[in-house]
């Protein structure tokens, strides 16, 4: 029996629960063994209601993770029950559960003092009220992730900065009242801070003086912050020298010098997305010349860019695995089928590649397409 259930371990929650519950009377009492019930993912499940959720995390006394990202039919009071019965949970994914409103994050903070992880993504409704509870109740946390949380303000993110000091992921995409106040205050009460997402946050030049102070940060996505000067950015790879991917599209003010000293200056540096800026070949060229690592970059909408910076860049450049080229108009479609068969081993991405691999993929998927009709 023992064996039989480090077995099931590696069934998915659906077989055990349909098919090897099925077997016999035995089998059905060992796939309710406690010790297969510490993780419970209902990711997706549209049809699982609180009935569901209150078996599932009853069936063991220590659920560590919880996954009820865009499920549909669990109610906050439910979620807030079971919340209260786990207090060893570690991981909890609440993305896009609508339901979830302060008073839920107030119990979570009250009784999942393990907690590590939590997804928030599209939460809306919570406010800094909630978000206080957390920090409060909370302090061991490693990542949260807020993106598209609105009404979030520097008073909920200060909390979270201040109090849970082990921080090292957060993503605060689209939160629009976020300024330069929460990134100072993560930078100095979170000194292991590895992954920060400031899309589309209010977040002004000043804070890239304080992201300069996360010494550790692997991952930075300062895109669609147009404020953001590119004398500043430029030495951010001097401070961050651990960087590994930055974001820094939608911003025209940067230029061929603010991303060759990115590039120049970041040892560590793998991708690098600059979607619509206003580089040229300049720092194509540049870049192959100065990269030892580069494996992924997108210069799509950098309208400057030609086919010379696109071709030297692919000659020199031997770590390149991805260059995405959407609407780069002055780069020729011969040019790129010409690289597409000298580098194999880059993946260009242009509209229409891109296109051809979306016809592709349907046609191994069964669709017919005229074309194939005929012949
Ligand atoms: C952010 O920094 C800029 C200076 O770069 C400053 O003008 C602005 O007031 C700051 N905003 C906040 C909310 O701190
Ligand atoms: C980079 O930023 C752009 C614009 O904000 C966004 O659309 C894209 O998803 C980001 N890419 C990555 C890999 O984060
Ligand atoms: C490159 O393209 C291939 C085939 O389309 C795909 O399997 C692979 O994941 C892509 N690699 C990257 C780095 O995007």
Avoid at 70 to 76: A, E, G, Q, R
Avoid at 253 to 263: H, S, W
Avoid at 271 to 293: H, M, N, P, Q
Wanted: charged share 25%; aromatic share 6%; hydrophobic share 40%.
């Amino acid at each position: 029996m023992h064996i039989l259930i480090v077995i099931f371990k590696n069934l998915s929650m659906k077989t055990l629960l349909s098919t090897v519950s099925l077997v016999c009377k035995t089998w059905y009492r060992m796939a309710r063994d406690p010790g297969l019930w510490h993780h419970i993912d209902l990711q997706h499940q549209h049809k699982a209601d609180d009935r569901v959720l209150w078996i599932l995390t009853s069936l063991s006394d220590r659920v560590v993770t919880l996954n009820l990202c865009d499920t549909k039919l669990i109610s906050s009071d439910c979620l807030m029950l079971v919340a209260e019965k786990c207090p060893s949970l570690q991981s909890l994914v609440l993305t896009r559960f609508f339901g979830v409103v302060d008073e839920v994050l107030g119990c979570i903070g009250k009784h999942c003092h393990q907690l590590l992880n939590l997804h928030l993504e599209g939460c809306y409704r919570i406010t800094d009220e909630g978000l206080v509870k957390i920090a409060e109740g909370c302090e061991r946390l490693r990542q949260v992730h807020l993106s598209r949380c609105s009404y979030v303000t520097d008073k909920g993110i200060c909390a979270l900065a201040t109090k849970c000091k082990y921080l090292q992921q957060i993503t605060l995409e689209n939160c629009r009242k976020v300024t330069n106040n929460s990134v100072l205050a993560l930078a100095e009460g979170c000194p292991n801070m590895e992954f920060i997402s400031l899309m589309f946050t209010a977040v002004t030049d000043e804070s890239v003086q304080h992201i300069r102070k996360m010494r550790k940060i692997t991952v930075l996505d300062l895109s669609s912050n147009p404020s953001v000067n590119p004398r500043s950015l430029a030495s951010i790879t001097q401070f961050c020298s651990k960087l590994e991917c930055i974001n820094v599209s939608l911003n025209e003010q940067l230029d061929d010098d603010c991303i060759i000293e990115i590039v120049r200056c970041g040892r560590e540096l793998k991708r690098l997305y600059c979607v619509s800026c206003a580089i040229t070949d300049r720092a194509l060229i540049k870049i192959g010349e100065y990269t030892k690592t580069l494996v992924t970059l997108d210069i799509g909408w950098c309208k400057e860019v030609t086919d010379e910076g696109v071709c030297k860049l692919s000659a020199t450049c031997p770590t390149l695995r991805y260059l995405g080229l959407i609407r780069c108009d002055k780069v020729t479609a011969d040019t790129v089928e010409h690289l597409v068969s000298q580098f194999p081993h880059i993946n260009y991405s242009t509209f229409l590649l891109e296109s051809r691999k979306l016809i592709e993929k349907a046609r191994q998927g069964g669709f017919q397409f005229n074309d194939d009709i005929n012949q």
